[in-house]
């Protein structure tokens, strides 16, 4: 038995290239909004901080670049704005016993990896994703100026991506222009926003062009110069919080919630400054203790009078309806120019890796050599936007 750990700990070593490989493989597949981001790779032993730089623009003028005969001016100096941005780490594993080990070991091994790949892939996606839905440059579907007051009704439509283009040139965001593309901005969005655009006439299917031209991975097709690509990990902004009163309270600053809360619920809930509404009347949560998770208690800056049953909600998503207090889910739908927003680069060396962990290799915690473990990792990872004007983010109501 000795013998035969020693034996696949050593082959698993040996393989380690192609379990990294096969983790990135894995991860690359969820990627989309991590894709068209400028890279930068980790910067080693220099803290925990990335640089991402952009160059400033010259400042055309009339008089200042007219030219007097036989003089030469005065040469400009390039400018470079730099964005500083903090890495954070990821991480997964699972563990393997000794008895699965004597069955399929390196079959595990590679099929953890493709998991784990997944499910990191999926969380870095999240997380550009959430960064970019985070920019001030925002276009409400419908003409309407604010989340709240969408409706079912204010969906994407071509003129709604026609404002987009409008507002990425205005801000002379460049197109992308690689592999010999025509120049292009790229929209990342929902299948249920693709499935509103794709009943109108001018909308281009992928396959209509993808003969003559290199296209991406999850490309769909484009439109007014933009370039579709579909992702089911497009941003969708949900009500936080759909709840109610256990009991009724008389000038209390606190009350317990009926219902389990969601994990939703919890973060909404436990960030002090957030507001809610119980009723009709609006309250701010209190700064600190805002919730107790052990005992499902809200605490808020001021003292209320409550009833049982009395709904308890959030307004950051779409149109509250008025009998349930539901709100209405809103998509959000990113289009952008190149150097939009920077990250780090995923396929660097070291970037994402599996740290595999043998029988045996615990010590004194495994005394008889139960319990190896395969892990992934991401070194470090990092969004930041560059430029906000050159992307913009449309919110929108989809289609039942």
Known sequence: MTNTTINTASVTALNKTF??????????SRFVHTKFG??????????????????????PSIEGNKLSEGVTP??????QTTLEATIEQYGAYVEVTDLLDMTAYDSVIADSAELLGE???????WVTRDALSSGSNVQYAGGK??????????KLT????RRAVRSLKRAKARPFSEDGRKPHFVCICSPEATYDLQSDTLWQDVSKYSNAEAIYSGEIGRLFGVVFVESTEAKVFSQSVLNTVKASTTSSTSFALKNVPTEAEKRYL???GNKIKIGTTEYTLAATGSFNENTNTVKLTTAATLTADAVVYSEDAGAIDPSTHKGLDIHSTIVFGRDAYGIIDLEGEGTMQTIIKPHGSAGATDPLNQRATVAAKVAGFTVKLLNE???????????E
């Open 270 to 272: 436990s960030k002090g």
């Open 119 to 125: 499910q990191l892939g999926t969380c870095i996606e």
């Open 74 to 79: 005065e040469g400009q100096s390039l400018a």
């Open 389 to 399: 004007l050159w992307l913009v983010r449309i919110e929108h109501a989809v289609s």
């Open 158 to 161: 071509v003129d709604e991506v």
């Open 19 to 28: 379990y990294d490989r096969q983790l990135l493989e894995s991860a690359t």
């Open 38 to 59: 400028q890279k930068r790779p980790i910067p080693k032993h220099n803290g925990k901080r990335v640089e991402f730089r952009r160059w400033n623009l010259f400042d």
């Open 145 to 154: 100026l604010n989340r709240l007051s969408l409706t079912g009704e204010d």
